[in-house]
């Protein structure tokens, strides 16, 4: 395949993809077709077939593009005893979700898919239950659970805001301020 058999691709995925995000901020997935995909990506429904079998699973290969890159982040920066290690990681979720946006912002919006989220969560929980909870010398597991729910989903609820207003602060102005709020908690507002 040349290159710019693989730009054409590319470009076509992404069309489709925006389209899917554009009619997702009108309406739950069950209600969208491939030949509305097709309509507003401009190609027809043949192309749309070449790369997914329908539109579930063209969700499932997109939220599985983001889940394994987000993953590889997460994986990446595994925290340690210095606060300065999740700054970093942060920096590179909101980078992720900037480079993502129109689809993030559905992914985690109303008309999302409440499982994508759980996943993410899941994952992060999973991979950062020890070291977090060295971090923040917390030695009882239901309480961790519980300052673990209370701070990923605040974090989610933080993204979705940041994506839905614009966003207006960059990705280091936001894992900062996120930064700040997990290891401070309000303080950071003093």
Not at 119 to 126: G, R, V
Request: hydrophobic share 40%.
């Amino acid at each position: 395949m040349s290159q710019n058999e693989d730009r054409r691709i590319r470009k076509t995925k992404k069309a489709m993809t925006d389209a899917l995000a554009r009619l997702l901020l009108e309406k739950p997935l069950n209600n969208i077709s491939v030949r509305e995909i097709a309509e507003i990506a401009d190609i027809n429904r043949g192309t749309f077939y070449l790369h997914y079998r329908d539109v579930y699973d063209m969700v499932e290969q997109l939220q599985n593009e983001i889940f394994e890159k987000f993953n590889k982040i997460v994986d990446d920066h595994e925290p340690k005893n210095n606060s300065n290690e999740l700054f970093p990681m942060l920096v590179e979720v909101f980078n992720l979700l900037s480079e993502n946006s129109d689809l993030a912002k559905v992914l985690i919006g109303k008309n999302g898919d409440a499982t994508f989220v759980d996943k993410l969560k899941n994952a992060l929980k999973e991979k950062c239950f020890y070291n977090f909870s060295k971090i923040f010398g917390i030695k009882s597991s239901d309480k961790f659970n519980y300052f673990y729910s209370y701070t990923v989903s605040g974090c989610i609820g933080i993204c979705s805001a940041w994506l839905n207003n614009g966003m207006k602060d960059s990705p280091v102005e936001m894992a900062s301020f996120v930064e700040k709020l997990i290891l401070t908690g309000s303080s950071v507002f003093a």
